[in-house]
Protein backbone atom coordinates (compact mmCIF):
# COMPACT_ATOMS: atom_id res chain seq x y z
CA UNK A 1 0.00 0.00 0.00
CA UNK A 2 0.88 3.41 -0.48
CA UNK A 3 -0.43 6.59 1.27
CA UNK A 4 -0.70 10.05 0.03
CA UNK A 5 -0.97 13.19 1.81
CA UNK A 6 -1.40 17.01 0.49
CA UNK A 7 -0.62 20.03 1.83
CA UNK A 8 -0.36 23.75 0.49
CA UNK A 9 -3.82 24.38 -0.43
CA UNK A 10 -5.53 27.70 0.18
CA UNK A 11 -6.86 30.82 -1.10
CA UNK A 12 -5.44 33.37 -3.70
CA UNK A 13 -6.04 35.88 -5.64
CA UNK A 14 -6.03 35.45 -9.60
CA UNK A 15 -2.66 36.19 -10.98
CA UNK A 16 -0.96 34.77 -7.35
CA UNK A 17 1.21 31.39 -6.43
CA UNK A 18 0.28 28.48 -4.66
CA UNK A 19 2.87 25.36 -3.80
CA UNK A 20 0.92 21.78 -3.22
CA UNK A 21 3.26 19.30 -1.76
CA UNK A 22 2.38 15.40 -1.79
CA UNK A 23 4.21 13.11 0.52
CA UNK A 24 4.34 9.75 0.15
CA UNK A 25 4.86 6.86 2.02
CA UNK A 26 4.52 2.92 2.71
CA UNK A 27 5.45 0.80 -0.23
CA UNK A 28 7.12 3.82 -2.38
CA UNK A 29 8.99 0.84 -4.27
CA UNK A 30 5.69 0.40 -6.53
CA UNK A 31 5.25 3.87 -7.48
CA UNK A 32 5.91 4.46 -11.22
CA UNK A 33 4.45 7.59 -11.22
CA UNK A 34 2.72 10.39 -9.73
CA UNK A 35 0.18 12.94 -10.74
CA UNK A 36 -2.18 15.52 -9.68
CA UNK A 37 -5.40 15.35 -10.48
CA UNK A 38 -8.35 18.19 -9.45
CA UNK A 39 -11.83 18.62 -9.41
CA UNK A 40 -14.07 21.62 -9.32
CA UNK A 41 -18.27 21.09 -7.95
CA UNK A 42 -19.76 19.31 -11.03
CA UNK A 43 -17.23 18.67 -13.27
CA UNK A 44 -15.23 15.50 -13.60
CA UNK A 45 -11.66 14.66 -11.97
CA UNK A 46 -9.36 16.38 -15.07
CA UNK A 47 -5.65 15.56 -15.04
CA UNK A 48 -3.26 18.22 -14.06
CA UNK A 49 0.70 17.01 -14.58
CA UNK A 50 2.44 13.84 -13.43
CA UNK A 51 5.99 13.28 -13.06
CA UNK A 52 7.98 9.76 -13.28
CA UNK A 53 8.87 8.92 -9.93
CA UNK A 54 11.89 9.78 -8.92
CA UNK A 55 13.10 10.98 -12.26
CA UNK A 56 12.51 14.01 -14.53
CA UNK A 57 9.96 12.81 -16.89
CA UNK A 58 7.25 14.71 -16.88
CA UNK A 59 3.96 15.38 -18.86
CA UNK A 60 0.80 18.36 -18.26
CA UNK A 61 -2.93 18.73 -19.32
CA UNK A 62 -3.18 21.47 -21.42
CA UNK A 63 -5.29 23.42 -19.35
CA UNK A 64 -2.23 24.47 -17.26
CA UNK A 65 1.06 24.25 -19.38
CA UNK A 66 3.14 27.09 -19.09
CA UNK A 67 1.79 28.26 -15.43
CA UNK A 68 2.02 24.60 -13.38
CA UNK A 69 5.00 23.21 -12.55
CA UNK A 70 5.49 19.34 -11.46
CA UNK A 71 8.78 18.45 -9.42
CA UNK A 72 9.81 16.11 -7.36
CA UNK A 73 12.38 15.22 -4.16
CA UNK A 74 13.74 11.65 -4.23
CA UNK A 75 15.16 12.40 -0.75
CA UNK A 76 11.67 13.10 0.68
CA UNK A 77 9.67 11.21 -1.29
CA UNK A 78 7.82 13.86 -2.06
CA UNK A 79 5.94 15.52 -4.99
CA UNK A 80 5.19 19.52 -5.55
CA UNK A 81 2.83 20.81 -7.89
CA UNK A 82 3.89 24.99 -8.08
CA UNK A 83 1.28 26.76 -9.40
CA UNK A 84 1.92 30.11 -11.08
CA UNK A 85 -0.13 32.58 -12.81
CA UNK A 86 -3.77 31.24 -11.12
CA UNK A 87 -6.92 32.04 -12.45
CA UNK A 88 -10.07 31.69 -11.24
CA UNK A 89 -11.07 28.49 -13.27
CA UNK A 90 -8.18 26.55 -11.06
CA UNK A 91 -10.32 26.56 -8.29
CA UNK A 92 -10.67 23.29 -7.12
CA UNK A 93 -9.65 20.49 -4.87
CA UNK A 94 -6.62 18.91 -5.85
CA UNK A 95 -5.67 15.06 -5.30
CA UNK A 96 -2.33 13.86 -5.38
CA UNK A 97 -2.19 10.01 -6.95
CA UNK A 98 0.54 7.36 -7.53
CA UNK A 99 0.12 5.18 -10.56
CA UNK A 100 1.86 1.34 -10.49
CA UNK A 101 2.76 1.04 -14.25
CA UNK A 102 3.91 3.01 -17.01
CA UNK A 103 3.59 6.11 -18.59
CA UNK A 104 2.98 9.18 -17.26
CA UNK A 105 1.15 10.81 -20.05
CA UNK A 106 -1.88 8.62 -19.47
CA UNK A 107 -4.55 11.16 -17.69
CA UNK A 108 -7.17 8.86 -16.83
CA UNK A 109 -7.68 9.17 -13.02
CA UNK A 110 -8.56 5.08 -13.41
CA UNK A 111 -4.60 4.33 -13.94
CA UNK A 112 -3.99 5.55 -10.87
CA UNK A 113 -4.34 3.69 -8.01
CA UNK A 114 -3.46 5.61 -4.97
CA UNK A 115 -5.03 8.72 -3.98
CA UNK A 116 -4.88 11.68 -1.05
CA UNK A 117 -7.72 13.25 0.73
CA UNK A 118 -7.24 16.37 -1.51
CA UNK A 119 -6.29 19.89 -0.67
CA UNK A 120 -8.86 22.83 -1.65
CA UNK A 121 -7.43 25.75 -4.01
CA UNK A 122 -9.75 28.70 -4.24
CA UNK A 123 -8.92 31.77 -6.28
CA UNK A 124 -10.65 34.75 -6.45
CA UNK A 125 -10.94 36.88 -9.12
Known amino acids: QVQLVESGGGLMQAGGSLRLSCAAS????????VGWFRQAPGKEREFVAA????????YYGDSVKGRFTISGDSAKDTVYLQMNSLKPEDTAVYYCAAKTFRSVRQTSPLDYAYWGQGTQVTVSS
Open 51 to 58: IRWRGTTT
Open 26 to 33: GRTSSIYA
